[in-house]
């Protein structure tokens, strides 16, 4: 099994930054190609960001231009360094893989006051 443990989170207001993180531990090969997901109350998990194993990246929608994804292959670590938030961005965010492949852990709480 894999387990995600997720932090980070917390209470901002508008135009704050927080830097969550990620890490992977169990039974993988290989830590694959990454992303971040956020759930909003009542709303599916919305990918906000990917990364390959190589370091490519990309962003969806809102995300582009405030959040960064980065990674530590030693690790099996991912980051999402998130600047100027917005009431929007208030969710519960995950990491897995790109392909959303394993259990979901237990999120961390970002809240965005506005």
């Known amino acids: 099994q894999v387990q995600l443990v997720e932090s980070g989170g917390g209470l901002v207001q508008t135009g704050g930054s927080l830097r969550l993180s990620c890490v992977v531990s169990g039974s993988i090969n290989l830590f694959p190609n990454m992303a971040w997901y956020r759930r909003a109350p009542g709303k599916f998990h919305e990918r906000v960001a990917g990364i390959t194993i190589g370091g490519t990246t990309d962003y969806v929608g809102s995300a582009k231009g405030r959040f960064t994804i980065s990674r530590d292959n030693a690790k099996n670590a991912v980051y999402l360094q998130m600047n100027n938030l917005k009431p929007d961005d208030t969710a519960v965010y995950y990491c897995?893989?790109?392909?959303?492949?394993?259990?979901w852990g237990q999120g961390t709480q970002v809240t965005v006051s506005s």
């Open positions: 897995n893989s790109n392909l959303a492949e394993w259990s």
